[in-house]
């Protein structure tokens, strides 16, 4: 005997059909699908539920039930498949690409019709044919490479990052020929990225992000500015120009605890900077008890920062 509970989620569904297309589908063949989808979902199967969604939306794409059915059913899955994922993002962090791959196949198997792991899926067997896994001595240009291929092989994928890595990583490394592929693969990912680069063919890719922060600051756009150089530190935290500059974009913000993080790095990094010690006590004169703890929330007044 059928649940009242899904009976009555299909009714409600089926009453949300359209009736005056001419092209409408049957409600027979629209119920039977519903039938079958619910019955599957209370009994805890959903990728079979999803699949007699996707029958209902072939029937008539306007279908809103199902859409929400399908994202609400995936919605548990990810709680049940929550260790594959933490598995997968493991393998990938590791730098084992093909392993990853391997994985990816079997959160697939349990959400067939995922566009997310659909998308992840190709990338990743584009990656992996490239480089199956990065090797294991450690390296600047491979450290640039991985953090690259991560925010490339996230759920939300950082594209314009894992762009500014992987071509610093071909600047360190000019001998790999790996590089210039997964960037070549990454363009043809994203067209975008390439028709939308402002770096000059002679320019290296940290040093352009430095001078485009600059400019930024200059131009009052501090938002803007501290994004680049927390790109650049990603990939070199102990970029002293990018640190500095760093600070000062804090400063215009008003966020002095990640002013003084910022500047008080650079300063351990480089002791006998005597700008940095006056950047540190000036700011000691403008934050206020309290102070360093608050967030930045949005655009400000300018005030004098200190020049970089």
Known sequence: MRSPTYALLAALALCAAPLCAAEAPAPADM????????????????????????????????????????????????????????GFYALVNKGHYSEALVRMETMLASDPTSPVYQKLQATLRRVAAVVARRPAAPSRHWNAAAAGLNAWLKESADLPFAYDALRYAGELAPQETVFPRLVALLEEEDPQLKLNDTKPANAAVLDHKKDLALRYIYDSKFYMAAKELESVLRLEPEDITALKRAGSVYLQLKDYRQARKAWQKAAELSPGDEQLKEYLAALDKVSAPGAEAAPRKGPRKKARAPRT
Do not use: C
């Open 31 to 86: 119920r039977s699908e519903y039938d079958k989808a619910f019955s599957y979902y209370m009994a805890g199967d959903y990728p079979h539920a999803i699949e007699h969604w996707n029958a209902v939306l072939s029937l008539d794409a306007k279908q809103v039930t199902a859409r929400n059915m399908i994202e609400e059913a995936r919605q548990k899955m990810a709680g049940s498949s929550a260790g594959l994922k933490a």
